[in-house]
């Protein structure tokens, strides 16, 4: 079956602007999750979905990201005023939920460039 | 908070070798763990995933183990390829379940 799809897979942006990343979870996934990989690190938790609400956004950065889910499946994350430092290759992973061992399964990713 | 830590960093071996990667972490009042590999540029693709209560899982040439109690998970590969080259990621969920807290990785090269 498909997997989590992200787009765009790259995104070169300039300083200040607005942005927008896109993941599509697994069909019947009910968490979505995203985190931010920095080079030559291992990936850093942003926020987690269950269903359209954000259960956990306490990784996000600060007041300028902001994600949202409004019908439980589609996600996408918004960056404004983009800096510099928010460079970064942006994962989704999504999961069924923890009923069970709640695997997480990721996407390609985004990279993210800010000039 | 939790903390993970993957020895050794690098690791550079002729094929055919048997290895293991090693994995800690500070807090063991875990939900889960996972091994992914993730090669350049790509995403992360989840090997195996052991729960709090088991003690190893096994998926081909690759067995990982969990000691939950001193905070410690290894992952087996058995007969390694060129193939195997990637980076390891080893990351554990607290008992929220959620989210994960990864480690920086090992990076392995398996030479022919």
């Known amino acids: 079956g498909a997997g989590v799809s992200q787009t765009p897979s790259n995104k070169v942006t300039e300083k200040g602007k607005y942005v927008e990343l896109r993941c599509d979870p697994i069909s019947g996934h009910t968490a979505l999750y995203w985190y931010r990989q920095s080079l030559g690190q291992g990936p850093e938790f942003l926020i987690y979905f269950q269903g359209t609400g954000a259960a956990d956004d306490s990784g996000l950065p600060n007041d300028r990201f902001f994600a949202v889910r409004p019908e439980g499946s589609v996600s996408t994350l918004k960056i404004q005023r983009t800096e510099r430092g928010d460079s970064a290759v942006y994962l989704c992973?999504?999961?069924?939920?923890?009923?069970?061992?709640?695997?997480?399964?990721f996407g390609p990713g985004t990279r993210l460039t800010v000039l | 908070k939790q903390e993970v830590t993957q020895i050794p960093a690098a690791l550079s071996v002729p094929e055919g070798e048997n290895l293991v990667l090693n994995c800690s972490f500070t807090d063991s009042a875990i939900y889960n763990l996972q091994w992914f590999r993730q090669d350049p540029g790509k995403g992360l693709t989840s090997l195996l995933l052991i729960q709090s209560s088991q003690r190893e899982q096994t998926s081909g040439r690759l067995n990982a183990s969990l000691d939950k109690s001193s905070g410690r998970s290894t992952l087996y590969i058995a007969a390694s390829q060129p193939g195997d080259s990637a980076t390891y990621l080893c990351a554990v969920t607290g008992n929220s379940g959620y989210a994960l807290n990864f480690g920086k990785g090992t990076s392995l090269l398996v030479t022919p």
């Open positions: 992973a999504s999961s069924p939920g923890l009923a069970g061992p709640n695997e997480q399964f």
